[in-house]
Protein backbone atom coordinates (compact mmCIF):
# COMPACT_ATOMS: atom_id res chain seq x y z
CA UNK A 1 0.00 0.00 0.00
CA UNK A 2 1.30 3.66 -0.68
CA UNK A 3 1.44 6.29 1.28
CA UNK A 4 -1.47 8.26 -0.74
CA UNK A 5 -3.99 5.19 -0.04
CA UNK A 6 -2.56 4.72 3.68
CA UNK A 7 -3.68 8.71 3.76
CA UNK A 8 -7.33 8.07 2.69
CA UNK A 9 -7.72 5.17 4.38
CA UNK A 10 -10.84 5.50 6.36
CA UNK A 11 -9.33 3.91 9.22
CA UNK A 12 -6.83 6.25 9.47
CA UNK A 13 -9.18 9.18 10.08
CA UNK A 14 -10.02 7.81 13.37
CA UNK A 15 -12.33 4.66 13.24
CA UNK A 16 -12.24 1.18 13.68
CA UNK A 17 -14.58 -1.51 13.86
CA UNK A 18 -15.32 -3.40 17.14
CA UNK A 19 -16.18 -6.78 16.72
CA UNK A 20 -16.86 -9.69 19.99
CA UNK A 21 -17.99 -12.73 17.63
CA UNK A 22 -15.23 -14.68 15.77
CA UNK A 23 -17.31 -15.26 13.41
CA UNK A 24 -17.61 -11.32 12.87
CA UNK A 25 -14.27 -11.19 12.85
CA UNK A 26 -13.77 -13.96 10.12
CA UNK A 27 -15.87 -12.67 7.36
CA UNK A 28 -15.12 -9.43 7.78
CA UNK A 29 -11.25 -10.90 6.87
CA UNK A 30 -12.27 -13.08 4.59
CA UNK A 31 -12.59 -10.57 1.02
CA UNK A 32 -9.76 -9.15 2.23
CA UNK A 33 -7.92 -12.43 2.22
CA UNK A 34 -9.14 -13.34 -1.17
CA UNK A 35 -7.73 -10.18 -2.92
CA UNK A 36 -4.51 -10.93 -1.20
CA UNK A 37 -4.00 -8.24 1.27
CA UNK A 38 -2.11 -8.49 3.73
CA UNK A 39 -3.42 -9.04 7.86
CA UNK A 40 -1.97 -7.58 10.91
CA UNK A 41 -2.10 -8.80 14.37
CA UNK A 42 -1.88 -6.54 17.80
CA UNK A 43 -2.81 -8.74 20.36
CA UNK A 44 -3.52 -6.76 23.26
CA UNK A 45 -4.87 -6.89 27.00
CA UNK A 46 -6.24 -2.84 26.66
CA UNK A 47 -5.38 0.02 29.05
CA UNK A 48 -3.60 1.09 26.22
CA UNK A 49 -0.54 3.24 26.44
CA UNK A 50 2.13 4.19 23.58
CA UNK A 51 4.01 0.36 23.41
CA UNK A 52 0.72 -0.96 22.47
CA UNK A 53 0.42 2.28 19.88
CA UNK A 54 3.93 1.74 18.68
CA UNK A 55 3.20 -1.68 17.86
CA UNK A 56 0.01 -0.64 16.29
CA UNK A 57 1.66 1.82 14.15
CA UNK A 58 4.35 -0.44 12.85
CA UNK A 59 1.37 -3.28 11.96
CA UNK A 60 -0.25 -0.01 9.88
CA UNK A 61 2.74 0.86 8.36
CA UNK A 62 3.09 -2.80 7.21
CA UNK A 63 -0.29 -4.51 6.90
CA UNK A 64 -3.06 -3.66 4.37
CA UNK A 65 -5.42 -4.48 7.35
CA UNK A 66 -4.54 -4.28 10.89
CA UNK A 67 -6.67 -6.15 13.61
CA UNK A 68 -6.20 -5.55 17.57
CA UNK A 69 -7.46 -7.75 19.85
CA UNK A 70 -8.60 -7.16 23.21
CA UNK A 71 -9.10 -9.78 25.66
CA UNK A 72 -8.07 -10.12 29.02
CA UNK A 73 -6.80 -13.58 29.30
CA UNK A 74 -8.31 -14.78 32.88
CA UNK A 75 -6.18 -18.36 31.94
CA UNK A 76 -2.75 -16.37 31.82
CA UNK A 77 -3.50 -14.98 35.81
CA UNK A 78 -2.98 -17.16 38.48
CA UNK A 79 -5.13 -17.68 41.82
CA UNK A 80 -4.00 -13.84 43.97
CA UNK A 81 -3.14 -12.22 40.71
CA UNK A 82 -4.83 -9.27 39.53
CA UNK A 83 -7.05 -10.19 36.99
CA UNK A 84 -10.38 -8.91 38.82
CA UNK A 85 -8.72 -5.41 39.32
CA UNK A 86 -6.28 -5.22 35.88
CA UNK A 87 -7.61 -1.50 34.42
CA UNK A 88 -9.91 -1.46 31.37
CA UNK A 89 -11.59 0.77 29.34
CA UNK A 90 -12.62 -0.24 26.42
CA UNK A 91 -14.16 3.04 25.19
CA UNK A 92 -10.28 5.01 25.31
CA UNK A 93 -9.16 1.60 23.85
CA UNK A 94 -11.13 1.89 21.01
CA UNK A 95 -10.37 5.66 19.96
CA UNK A 96 -6.40 5.10 20.68
CA UNK A 97 -6.46 1.88 18.61
CA UNK A 98 -8.40 3.43 15.78
CA UNK A 99 -6.06 6.97 15.60
CA UNK A 100 -3.08 4.51 15.87
CA UNK A 101 -4.56 2.58 12.70
CA UNK A 102 -6.10 -0.31 13.76
CA UNK A 103 -9.47 -1.37 11.64
CA UNK A 104 -10.64 -3.69 14.01
CA UNK A 105 -11.09 -4.59 17.20
CA UNK A 106 -11.84 -8.11 18.20
CA UNK A 107 -13.05 -7.61 21.59
CA UNK A 108 -14.93 -11.41 22.56
CA UNK A 109 -15.87 -11.95 25.76
CA UNK A 110 -14.70 -14.47 28.12
CA UNK A 111 -17.49 -17.46 27.58
CA UNK A 112 -17.21 -17.18 24.08
CA UNK A 113 -13.43 -17.53 23.83
CA UNK A 114 -13.70 -20.58 26.80
CA UNK A 115 -16.87 -22.33 26.34
CA UNK A 116 -18.23 -24.43 28.58
CA UNK A 117 -16.02 -28.25 28.26
CA UNK A 118 -13.32 -26.19 26.73
CA UNK A 119 -10.28 -28.89 27.60
CA UNK A 120 -7.43 -28.42 25.09
CA UNK A 121 -4.09 -26.38 26.34
CA UNK A 122 -1.34 -25.26 23.87
CA UNK A 123 1.94 -25.67 25.82
CA UNK A 124 5.55 -25.20 24.68
CA UNK A 125 7.23 -27.02 27.60
CA UNK A 126 10.49 -26.98 29.17
CA UNK A 127 13.42 -24.29 30.18
CA UNK A 128 11.41 -21.62 28.16
CA UNK A 129 8.68 -21.47 30.62
CA UNK A 130 9.93 -22.86 33.38
CA UNK A 131 12.38 -19.70 34.60
CA UNK A 132 12.27 -16.16 35.42
CA UNK A 133 8.63 -15.75 35.12
CA UNK A 134 7.39 -19.40 34.69
CA UNK A 135 9.39 -20.32 37.93
CA UNK A 136 6.89 -22.25 39.78
CA UNK A 137 7.91 -20.30 42.57
CA UNK A 138 6.42 -17.03 40.83
CA UNK A 139 4.09 -16.63 38.03
CA UNK A 140 4.64 -20.83 37.05
CA UNK A 141 4.90 -22.53 33.21
CA UNK A 142 0.84 -21.84 33.75
CA UNK A 143 1.25 -18.25 32.69
CA UNK A 144 2.62 -19.32 29.58
CA UNK A 145 0.31 -22.16 29.18
CA UNK A 146 -2.50 -19.46 29.01
CA UNK A 147 -0.56 -16.84 27.05
CA UNK A 148 -0.01 -19.68 23.93
CA UNK A 149 -3.42 -21.44 24.19
CA UNK A 150 -4.98 -17.71 23.95
CA UNK A 151 -2.47 -16.57 21.16
CA UNK A 152 -2.69 -20.09 18.98
CA UNK A 153 -6.37 -19.28 19.10
CA UNK A 154 -5.98 -15.63 17.82
CA UNK A 155 -3.88 -16.86 15.09
CA UNK A 156 -6.30 -19.67 13.97
CA UNK A 157 -8.88 -16.47 14.35
CA UNK A 158 -7.38 -13.79 12.56
CA UNK A 159 -4.87 -15.72 10.38
CA UNK A 160 -2.80 -13.02 10.58
CA UNK A 161 0.75 -12.34 7.71
CA UNK A 162 2.61 -10.99 10.75
CA UNK A 163 1.29 -10.90 14.57
CA UNK A 164 3.35 -7.87 16.64
CA UNK A 165 4.72 -8.35 20.02
CA UNK A 166 6.78 -5.87 22.77
CA UNK A 167 10.29 -6.91 23.57
CA UNK A 168 8.53 -5.80 27.16
CA UNK A 169 7.27 -9.22 27.61
CA UNK A 170 10.47 -10.70 26.22
CA UNK A 171 10.07 -14.31 27.72
CA UNK A 172 6.91 -14.32 26.44
CA UNK A 173 8.20 -13.32 22.63
CA UNK A 174 10.11 -15.78 22.75
CA UNK A 175 7.82 -18.28 23.87
CA UNK A 176 5.49 -17.16 21.20
CA UNK A 177 8.48 -17.49 18.51
CA UNK A 178 8.76 -21.00 19.56
CA UNK A 179 5.40 -21.70 19.63
CA UNK A 180 4.80 -20.36 16.00
CA UNK A 181 7.88 -22.56 14.69
CA UNK A 182 7.29 -25.45 16.51
CA UNK A 183 3.30 -25.83 15.15
CA UNK A 184 4.09 -24.24 12.03
CA UNK A 185 1.95 -21.09 12.20
CA UNK A 186 2.09 -19.38 8.89
CA UNK A 187 3.23 -15.94 9.88
CA UNK A 188 6.11 -13.88 10.77
CA UNK A 189 6.14 -12.96 14.27
CA UNK A 190 7.43 -8.94 14.86
CA UNK A 191 9.22 -8.37 18.50
CA UNK A 192 9.29 -4.81 18.35
CA UNK A 193 11.62 -2.09 21.44
CA UNK A 194 10.04 -1.11 24.79
CA UNK A 195 8.26 2.61 24.82
CA UNK A 196 9.65 3.61 27.68
CA UNK A 197 8.39 6.76 30.08
CA UNK A 198 10.83 9.99 29.79
CA UNK A 199 12.64 8.94 33.47
CA UNK A 200 13.28 5.22 31.72
CA UNK A 201 10.18 3.28 33.63
CA UNK A 202 8.59 1.06 30.68
CA UNK A 203 5.59 1.90 29.33
CA UNK A 204 2.57 -0.78 30.85
CA UNK A 205 -0.99 -1.35 31.97
CA UNK A 206 0.14 -2.19 35.61
CA UNK A 207 1.30 1.25 35.88
CA UNK A 208 -1.64 2.54 37.00
CA UNK A 209 -1.30 0.55 40.13
CA UNK A 210 1.46 3.01 41.17
CA UNK A 211 0.95 5.36 43.61
CA UNK A 212 3.18 8.38 43.92
CA UNK A 213 6.05 7.06 46.15
CA UNK A 214 6.07 3.84 44.57
CA UNK A 215 5.70 5.51 40.83
CA UNK A 216 9.55 7.37 42.30
CA UNK A 217 10.77 4.46 43.29
CA UNK A 218 9.70 2.02 40.26
CA UNK A 219 12.03 4.07 38.01
CA UNK A 220 14.67 2.07 39.55
CA UNK A 221 14.10 -0.81 37.51
CA UNK A 222 15.13 0.63 34.24
CA UNK A 223 17.91 2.31 36.08
CA UNK A 224 19.21 -0.77 37.36
CA UNK A 225 19.27 -3.01 33.49
CA UNK A 226 21.15 0.66 32.65
CA UNK A 227 23.53 0.25 35.68
CA UNK A 228 23.80 -3.57 34.64
CA UNK A 229 24.73 -3.01 31.13
CA UNK A 230 27.07 -0.42 31.56
CA UNK A 231 28.72 -2.58 34.05
CA UNK A 232 28.64 -5.32 32.89
CA UNK A 233 30.85 -3.95 29.52
CA UNK A 234 33.49 -2.89 31.94
CA UNK A 235 33.55 -5.41 34.58
CA UNK A 236 31.68 -8.50 33.37
CA UNK A 237 28.18 -9.76 34.06
CA UNK A 238 28.54 -10.55 37.54
CA UNK A 239 29.52 -7.41 38.36
CA UNK A 240 26.75 -6.24 36.19
CA UNK A 241 24.32 -8.30 38.11
CA UNK A 242 25.62 -6.92 41.81
CA UNK A 243 25.48 -3.18 40.28
CA UNK A 244 22.11 -3.56 39.41
CA UNK A 245 20.97 -4.76 42.53
CA UNK A 246 22.55 -2.25 44.49
CA UNK A 247 20.72 0.20 42.19
CA UNK A 248 17.27 -1.54 43.38
CA UNK A 249 18.11 -1.93 47.03
CA UNK A 250 18.95 2.16 46.78
CA UNK A 251 15.41 2.27 45.92
CA UNK A 252 14.17 -0.22 48.72
CA UNK A 253 13.51 -2.80 46.03
CA UNK A 254 14.59 -6.87 46.55
CA UNK A 255 13.62 -8.18 42.76
CA UNK A 256 12.01 -11.26 42.18
CA UNK A 257 15.08 -11.86 39.56
CA UNK A 258 17.62 -9.81 38.13
CA UNK A 259 19.23 -12.49 36.34
CA UNK A 260 21.24 -12.76 32.28
CA UNK A 261 19.93 -15.38 30.19
CA UNK A 262 20.22 -16.70 26.54
CA UNK A 263 17.21 -14.47 24.63
CA UNK A 264 16.41 -17.59 22.75
CA UNK A 265 16.95 -20.35 24.37
CA UNK A 266 16.92 -18.75 28.30
CA UNK A 267 19.79 -20.49 29.36
CA UNK A 268 21.69 -19.04 31.81
CA UNK A 269 24.30 -16.47 31.14
CA UNK A 270 27.74 -16.17 32.92
CA UNK A 271 29.29 -13.78 30.53
CA UNK A 272 29.36 -11.32 27.61
CA UNK A 273 30.12 -13.01 24.48
CA UNK A 274 29.64 -12.79 20.45
CA UNK A 275 25.59 -13.26 21.09
CA UNK A 276 23.15 -10.96 22.33
CA UNK A 277 22.49 -11.12 26.54
CA UNK A 278 19.17 -10.78 28.15
CA UNK A 279 19.23 -9.16 31.42
CA UNK A 280 15.68 -9.30 32.95
CA UNK A 281 14.03 -8.00 35.89
CA UNK A 282 11.27 -8.58 37.77
CA UNK A 283 9.73 -6.62 40.78
CA UNK A 284 6.83 -5.70 43.24
CA UNK A 285 6.53 -2.06 43.44
CA UNK A 286 3.67 -0.61 45.75
CA UNK A 287 1.08 -2.94 44.76
CA UNK A 288 2.32 -3.42 41.27
CA UNK A 289 4.19 -6.49 39.94
CA UNK A 290 6.87 -4.80 37.14
CA UNK A 291 8.95 -6.88 34.80
CA UNK A 292 11.81 -5.12 32.35
CA UNK A 293 14.49 -5.98 30.02
CA UNK A 294 17.39 -4.79 27.92
CA UNK A 295 19.26 -6.92 25.53
CA UNK A 296 23.03 -6.32 25.70
CA UNK A 297 24.60 -6.16 22.45
CA UNK A 298 28.09 -7.79 21.94
P1 LIG B 1 -0.45 -6.39 27.20
O1 LIG B 1 -1.67 -5.58 26.89
O2 LIG B 1 0.27 -5.94 28.42
O3 LIG B 1 -0.70 -7.87 27.15
O4 LIG B 1 0.57 -6.09 26.02
C1 LIG B 1 0.21 -6.29 24.67
C2 LIG B 1 1.45 -6.21 23.82
O5 LIG B 1 2.06 -4.94 23.99
C3 LIG B 1 2.50 -7.26 24.21
O6 LIG B 1 3.10 -7.78 23.04
C4 LIG B 1 3.47 -6.44 25.02
O7 LIG B 1 4.78 -6.97 25.01
C5 LIG B 1 3.42 -5.12 24.31
N1 LIG B 1 3.88 -4.05 25.21
C6 LIG B 1 3.47 -3.83 26.48
N2 LIG B 1 4.16 -2.81 27.02
C7 LIG B 1 5.04 -2.39 26.08
C8 LIG B 1 6.04 -1.37 26.03
N3 LIG B 1 6.30 -0.57 27.07
N4 LIG B 1 6.75 -1.23 24.89
C9 LIG B 1 6.52 -2.05 23.83
N5 LIG B 1 5.59 -3.02 23.81
C10 LIG B 1 4.85 -3.19 24.91
Redesign the pocket.
Known amino acids: MNLLELVDHPRAKGEATLLRDKDELRAALAPLRREGSSIGL?????YL?E??L??LRAARAECDAVVMSLFVNPTQFGPGEDLERYPRDEERDLRLAAEAGADYVYAPPVAAVYPEGFATSVAVDGQLTGVLDGDPQRRGPEHFHGVTTVVAKLFNTVGPDVA??????AQ??TVIRRMARDLDFPLRIEV?????EPDGL????RNAYLDEEARRRAVALSAALRAAETVSRSKGLAAGIDAGRAELRSAGIEPEYLEARDPDDLSPVTELGDRPVLIAVAAEVGSARLIDNVLVEP
Open positions: VPTMGHGHSLYFGQKDQALPIVRAMSS
